[in-house]
């Protein structure tokens, strides 16, 4: 089982930009392809992206297409969340995952995700 642990959250302001950090151990995240969500309170939980396990493939939520992009860099086993033109209403945790797999360019479905990180968050000021 892979553990992964997020970083880089914080509060910003409206417009501004964030990185986050997905660091994982345990396993390589070679054989893993990987997502990021959100959860803002009171709501459900938010598919925001994924990528395949060779990065060649990425996939984003309707409401973070164009202001978020997410790369890994499989050789330091982390995945990262470009956050950019941030909004209010982009304010959650945000948490990253795992999904085992054995194809290079795929992407999961969203609910295939067996490992998941305990979050960061983010708070964007207006």
């Known amino acids: 089982q892979v553990q992964l642990v997020e970083s880089g959250g914080g509060l910003v302001q409206a417009g501004d930009s964030l990185r986050l950090s997905c660091a994982a151990s345990g396993r390589t995240l070679r054989m893993y392809a990987m997502g990021w969500f959100r959860q803002a309170p009171g709501k459900e939980r938010e598919f925001v992206g994924a990528i395949s396990r060779n990065g060649i493939t990425t996939s984003y939520g309707d409401s973070v297409k164009g202001r978020f992009s997410i790369s890994r860099d499989n050789a330091k086993n982390t995945v990262y969340l470009q956050l950019n033109s941030l909004k209010p209403e982009d304010t959650a945790v945000y948490y990253c995952?795992?999904?085992?797999?054995?194809?290079?360019?795929?992407?999961?479905?969203?609910?295939?995700?067996?490992?998941w990180g305990q979050g960061t968050q983010v708070t964007v000021s207006s």
């Open positions: 995952a795992a999904s085992f797999s054995v194809y290079d360019t795929t992407i999961p479905s969203r609910g295939s995700y067996e490992n």
